[in-house]
Antibody
């Protein structure tokens, strides 16, 4: 069974660093992309970036480039989303999601993690 | 950037009704369009991909159509479990944009 297991909820103060994780299981982790999606309270879905754990090829949404860092450790089938200095406006639910590699066709996000709630407050 | 616009923002319908949600892209995306359902407090769930292909395990009352810039999601006979918010997403290449969502309520 394919699963994406995300790390638990975080409460941070403005200016603190943060790293959340997404562990894949039940499939070959290095053969699929992992995307990160933000959902602010009561709002819609926003794509942040995507990484291919096989070679760490990473693409960012222009809206999030420079604000977050996406990485992966294929040895433990885990992708990460990190901030060097969080702000109150980073308060949101963050989802990871899987995307199949291109094979004569593009693919959407077929499996999602359960989400990690990040709260930033002084 | 490609913008995705959904309509309506909210709809209320009765069990058994036929429901249609529309999604418009700011430029042609061929058939690279997906639909997701999200229930409160849960992650989104993929319903439709490549504009009209039904994801495995999704009830056949859900269907999608369209090409280029105009797309629709149809629920042929609304069921109580179909409440939630529906999002379209374009996914061409390494660009992904979601529509703003359509909240479906059961009367």
């Amino acid at each position: 069974e394919v699963q994406l297991e995300q790390s638990g909820a975080e409460v941070k103060k403005p200016g603190e660093s943060l790293k959340i994780s997404c562990k894949g299981s039940g499939y070959s982790f290095t053969n699929y992309w992992i995307a990160w999606v933000r959902q602010m309270p009561g709002k819609g879905l926003e794509w942040m970036g995507i990484i291919y754990p096989g070679d760490s090829d990473t693409r960012y949404s222009p809206s999030f480039q420079g604000h977050v860092t996406i990485s992966a450790d294929k040895s433990i089938s885990t992708a990460y989303l990190q901030w060097s200095s969080v702000k109150a406006s980073d308060t949101a639910m963050y989802y990871c999601a899987r995307r199949q590699v291109y094979s004569s066709s593009w693919h959407p996000f077929d499996y999602w993690g359960q989400g990690t709630l990040v709260t930033v407050s002084s | 950037d490609i913008q995705m616009t959904q309509s309506p923002s909210t709809l209320s319908a009765s069990v058994g009704d036929r429901v249609t949600v529309t999604c418009r892209a700011s430029q042609s995306i061929s058939s690279w369009l997906a639909w997701y359902q999200q229930k409160p407090g849960k992650a989104p769930n993929l319903l439709i991909y490549k504009a009209s292909s039904l994801e495995s395990g999704v009830p056949s009352r859900f269907s999608g159509s369209g090409f280029g810039t105009e797309f629709t999601l149809t629920i042929s006979s609304l069921q109580p479990d179909d409440f939630g918010t529906y999002y379209c997403q374009q996914y061409h290449s390494y660009s992904f944009t979601f529509g703003q969502g359509t909240k479906v309520e059961i009367k």
